[in-house]
């Protein structure tokens, strides 16, 4: 149980097109999922945290308006990248608790590797 | 201010003991994680720590001293395929996950 998906696990674009990435808790809800952003040789950064049926909380330094977070059910959240440019190129992984588990512990999706040309 | 350290990179011998670091100092604390994660892949949990003691899963152990601001991983019997990073990750008071720089280990045969 507990298993994350996420589409597409890599994707290029030319500068300035806006990317969608998903990410699926397939067997359990998950009210609240988690965006990170890591790049190479670096350890995860948490970009935003994603509420079913209300607005993302981002942590500072994270535009909004750039990264758009969509939480619209207990198993979905978007993330859509817009106007992307070369430096937004990196590993982007979700994660989502399963409050049925006996620890809080975060589990991962595979991640989607974004490579901006 | 939140920190987390552990050393960047380890190199141990396939079939050896290797024990990894973390110390600590967050605003707040509802328990302790390691992750493992191999190159190019999504992180994988390993164990949770939220009462000081050590946590026995097979091949791997995992330690918390809370006053200390003190966890470890051990890693017993090391296999080639344990060569990854391993992400020590703390719960704050809002029960965020503040994450370590993780440690690359490497195994040599």
């Known amino acids: 149980g507990a298993v994350v998906s996420q589409h597409p696990s890599w994707v290029i674009c030319k500068s300035g097109t806006s990317v969608k990435i998903e990410c699926r808790s397939l067997?359990?809800?998950?009210?609240?999922m988690f965006w990170y952003r890591q790049f190479p040789k670096q350890s995860l950064m948490l970009m935003a945290t994603?509420?079913?049926?209300?607005?993302?909380?981002?942590e500072q330094g994270v535009e909004k308006d750039k990264f758009l977070i969509n939480h619209a059910s207990l198993t979905l959240s978007t993330l859509t990248v817009t106007s992307a440019h070369p430096e937004d190129s990196s590993f982007y992984i979700c994660?989502?608790?399963?409050?049925?588990?006996?620890?809080?512990?975060?589990?991962f999706g595979p991640g989607t590797r974004l490579t901006v040309l | 201010g939140q920190n987390i350290d552990q050393p960047t990179e380890m190199t141990a011998t396939e079939g050896a003991i290797v024990q990894i670091n973390c110390t600590y100092q967050?605003?707040?604390?509802?328990?302790l994680f390691w992750y493992q994660q191999h190159a190019g892949e999504a992180p994988t949990f390993l164990s949770y720590n939220v009462l000081d003691g050590l946590e026995e899963k097979g091949r791997f152990s995992s330690f918390l001293s809370r006053s200390k601001g003190y966890s470890y991983l051990l890693l017993k019997e090391l296999q080639m395929k344990d060569s990854a990073s391993y992400l020590c990750?703390?719960?704050?008071?809002?029960?965020?996950?503040?994450w370590g720089a993780g440690t690359k280990l490497i195994i040599k045969p």
């Open positions: 994660s989502a608790r399963d409050l049925r588990r006996e620890y809080n512990e975060q589990f």
């Open positions: 067997d359990f809800q998950a009210t609240t």
């Open positions: 994603s509420n079913e049926g209300s607005k993302a909380t981002y």
């Open positions: 990750a703390i719960l704050d008071s809002n029960y965020q996950l503040i």
């Open positions: 967050t605003s707040g604390f509802n328990g």
